[in-house]
């Protein structure tokens, strides 16, 4: 039996499915995770944690090339966050679909066998 959560979600989601997959929004909240694991990777190496790798941005990464790639990882984490959250979201819909279906299934037979 569906509760009253799920239902909402259905109708929620038949409502804004598309909608959801071009969302910006959601790109946004991907854009920022990806800049923060970049300025989390630009502080550890600024405070020279590990110096092997401290050494190594030093002298074969220049400034631009190293930002560059930051921003590359940003947009990669923002794409794929977006179209993660909305394949779990679509999952989601589509397994309360089925087990609405094996309900709708269910409750037929039961009516046949009545007589």
Known sequence: MLSEKEIAYISYWEANRDKQKK???QFVIGLSIGLSIGAATIFLIMAGWYQRANMIANTKLSPL???VIIIAIAVFMA????NYKWEMMEQQYLELMEKKKKQEKTQSTVQQQVP
């Open 79 to 82: 794409y794929f966050y977006r």
């Open 65 to 67: 090339i190293f930002t």
């Open 23 to 25: 969302n910006s929004r």
